[in-house]
């Protein structure tokens, strides 16, 4: 069965330091992955997504992601974080073909310190 | 914004009552989907649609039903509330322009319901 496990269910960082969101995931056939961000009381807004080619991902708001195979991982990096990144982010697998019926990871809350 | 609206935006209802959330789009989306939202859980997939009567299950479809009369709009059904059903639901629109570049699920706003 497919599924996603983001390990770090809540992260605090200083406003300037580097970010890593971790992502691991257990699909059998060739996935989508996806990173979501939910700021609070908000629906969900995409950040990017990988389905196929270069496996270092560019996204909105300064985020990128890497997509390793051997490892089944999709981590959200971000070199400078921002008071304004604040939110719950969570990752998604889908399947390229069919209903692309997504599996969501738990979310990770980031808290930002000034 | 991917046109979607979802209503009404907030619900709170008692235990035993149908409940019908609707999710409206403008973008004449081929796919459309319901998840519900809760805390260490992530979202997960109720139903889906893929077309106007067109609909199938997902992970956690027991005691909701969805319907899909016309292209636009997308049914959410509680057939008989539960305090278990209590959650924040979402539709969402899978948006294919122009090949796998562009396939992507954008979300509505949310329906926070709450079953007392």
């Known amino acids: 069965a497919q599924s996603v496990t983001q390990p770090d269910i809540h992260i605090t960082v200083s406003e300037g330091a580097s970010l890593e969101l971790r992502c691991n995931y257990s699909y059998g056939a060739t996935p989508y992955l996806f990173w979501y961000v939910q700021s609070p009381g908000q629906g969900l807004q995409l950040l990017l997504k990988?389905?196929?080619?270069?496996?270092l991902v560019q996204g909105i708001k300064g985020f990128e992601a890497e997509f390793k195979r051997s490892q089944s991982s999709f981590n959200l990096r971000k070199p400078s974080v921002h008071w304004s990144d604040a939110a719950e982010y969570f990752c998604a697998v889908g399947s390229i073909q069919g209903a692309q019926k997504l599996v969501f990871g738990q979310g990770t809350r980031l808290t930002i310190n000034p | 914004d991917a046109g979607i609206t979802q209503s009404p935006r907030h619900k709170v209802t008692e235990t035993g009552t149908p409940v019908t959330l609707r999710c409206h789009q403008t973008?004449?989306?081929?796919?459309m989907y319901w998840y519900r939202q809760d805390p260490g859980h992530g979202l997960r997939l109720i139903h889906y649609?893929?077309?106007?009567?067109?609909?199938d299950k997902g992970e956690v479809s027991d005691g909701y039903s969805v319907s899909r009369s016309k292209t636009e709009d997308f049914l959410l059904t509680l057939e008989s509330a539960t305090s278990s059903q209590t959650s924040v639901y979402f539709c969402a629109i899978r948006s294919v322009l122009s090949g796998k570049s562009t396939d992507t699920q954008y979300f509505g706003p949310g329906t926070r319901l709450t079953v007392l």
């Open positions: 990988y389905f196929s080619g270069d496996t």
């Open positions: 973008e004449n989306h081929r796919y």
């Open positions: 649609s893929y077309g106007v009567k067109d609909t």
